[in-house]
């Protein structure tokens, strides 16, 4: 079965501090994996996806098959980058399984 | 223009009652989504559903159904309330073939008492 797994319900570091938000996944076929960010009083919406390699406001996100996992990156964290984030994945059905979510909270 | 409107934003409501949830989208999008998001923050996809396909994630309660009255808008009906149905539905949509650019509405926070 699928499952994606954010070990971090809260990640807190200071501004400038680098960041990884992690997650990890469990899927029989190609894995399609996404980050999405939620801020305060915002509605969920789409980070990043694993196959354009983009980098969105600073944060990254590298596929590693070997160890399943597909952690959100950002060298120097900025205080507007406080969120909830949630990594997600695409399965059969044309359907996302989202991890539990993580909370950032980067302070001044 | 709100893209994908919730309605109502806060449901307060008593245990065994049946009450829905309507949602519309404006983005002439081809399917729409139903998720939960419970206490703890776990969002878990619900239903998928455009006009040829009802795709039910098959933890979901019989008691929950999406009545889709046109392409625009899917409804989320919900039977028998539970205080366990107490979460924040979201509402969301997109094309068929690209479900990660889904755009969520708001959120409805259903509290069942």
């Known amino acids: 079965a699928q499952r994606v797994t954010q070990p971090e319900k809260l990640l807190s570091v200071f501004k400038g501090a680098p960041v990884e938000l992690k997650c990890n996944y469990s899927?029989?076929?190609?894995?399609?994996l996404f980050w999405y960010v939620q801020y305060s009083r915002q509605r969920l919406q789409l980070l990043l996806r694993h196959i354009s390699r983009e980098s969105i406001k600073g944060f990254t996100a590298d596929l590693n098959k070997g160890e399943t996992s597909f952690h959100l990156k950002k060298p120097f964290a900025q205080e507007e980058d406080s969120a909830m984030y949630y990594c997600?994945?695409?399965?059969?059905?044309?359907?996302?399984?989202f991890g539990g979510g993580t909370r950032l909270m980067v302070k001044p | 223009d709100t893209a994908v409107s919730q309605t109502p934003k806060y449901l307060v409501t008593q245990m065994g009652n049946d009450k829905s949830i309507k949602c519309e989208q404006n983005l002439g999008h081809d399917t729409m989504y139903w998720y939960k998001q419970d206490s703890k923050k776990f969002l878990k996809i619900m239903f998928s559903y455009n006009n040829k396909e009802l795709i039910i994630n098959e933890t979901v309660p019989n008691r929950f159904s999406p009545k889709s009255p046109d392409k625009a808008h899917l409804n989320l009906h919900i039977n028998s309330l539970e205080l366990g149905d107490s979460a924040v539905y979201f509402c969301?949509?997109?094309?068929?073939?690209?479900?990660?650019?889904?755009?969520f509405g708001q959120g409805t926070r259903l509290t069942v008492v």
């Open positions: 899927y029989s076929g190609s894995p399609e």
């Open positions: 969301a949509s997109s094309r068929r073939d690209r479900v990660a650019e889904a755009f």
């Open positions: 997600a994945l695409r399965t059969a059905g044309n359907m996302l399984t």
